[in-house]
């Protein structure tokens, strides 16, 4: 079965400093894996994605995610936080090969960015 | 476009009550997605629709609960009767046909049953 795990409820950094939320997943064959974000009373908005190729993958709002296919992680990462970073993250994961459309989304972790 | 479009964004209703959820997907777009926020739970997919037809409909709570899509810019979660567990943000979400597309997800309607 697919599943999706986010280790940290919530992660706290401050500004300028690098983040890093951490995902790991577990699926039967080779996943599609995407991070979303959510801002208070809104719904979720497109980060990026993993699809193949290139292990590093940069997203929207100079985010950007690995790939580790041995640790069945993909976490994602920003050089340096802002404020308005401050969101609840989810990463998403789907089986291509099994899951078709159906997207298992992790618990989510909060980042809240200190100035 | 106008991005995934639901309505109402707020209800606030009584236990035994019909609800009806409403949602608008991106022009285009083959898949349509019904999601359920809570606390306890986080993010469930619901049931989901292809070309307006139902694909998956495993997350579906109970029977109280049912989606339809008439045509494509168009459907609805009614939950009849209603029960106060069932107060959740609800999500619609549109994406196109291939799986490496993302989705794409409306405002969300916050369901409230007293």
């Known amino acids: 079965a697919q599943s999706v795990a986010q280790p940290e409820d919530q992660v706290n950094v401050a500004e300028g400093n690098p983040l890093t939320v951490k995902c790991t997943y577990s699926?039967?064959?080779?996943?599609?894996l995407f991070w979303y974000v959510q801002y208070p009373n809104r719904g979720l908005q497109f980060l990026l994605k993993?699809?193949?190729?290139?292990?590093l993958v940069k997203g929207s709002y100079g985010f950007e995610a690995e790939f580790n296919k041995s640790q069945t992680s993909f976490h994602l990462k920003k050089p340096s936080a802002l404020v308005s970073d401050s969101a609840l993250y989810f990463c998403?994961?789907?089986?291509?090969?099994?899951?078709?459309?159906?997207?298992?989304f992790g618990a989510g972790t909060r980042l809240f960015v200190k100035a | 476009d106008a991005g995934v479009i639901q309505s109402p964004r707020h209800e606030v209703t009584e236990m035994g009550q019909e609800v009806t959820l409403r949602c608008k997907p991106i022009?285009?777009?083959?898949?349509l997605f019904w999601y359920r926020q809570t606390m306890m739970r986080g993010l469930e997919l619901l049931i989901y629709?292809?070309?307006?037809?139902?694909?998956?409909d495993s997350g579906m709570p109970e029977d109280r609960f049912s989606a339809k899509m008439p045509n494509a810019s168009f459907s609805t979660l009614k939950i009849q009767p209603s029960e106060p567990r069932d107060s959740a943000v609800y999500f619609c979400?549109?994406?196109?046909?291939?799986?490496?597309?993302?989705?794409?997800f409306g405002p969300g309607t916050r369901l409230l049953v007293l």
């Open positions: 979400a549109s994406s196109l046909w291939d799986p490496q597309e993302t989705q794409y």
């Open positions: 699926v039967s064959g080779n996943p599609y």
């Open positions: 993993y699809i193949t190729g290139d292990n």
């Open positions: 998403a994961v789907r089986d291509r090969m099994t899951g078709g459309f159906k997207t298992i």
């Open positions: 022009s285009g777009h083959d898949y």
């Open positions: 629709f292809n070309n307006n037809v139902p694909i998956d």
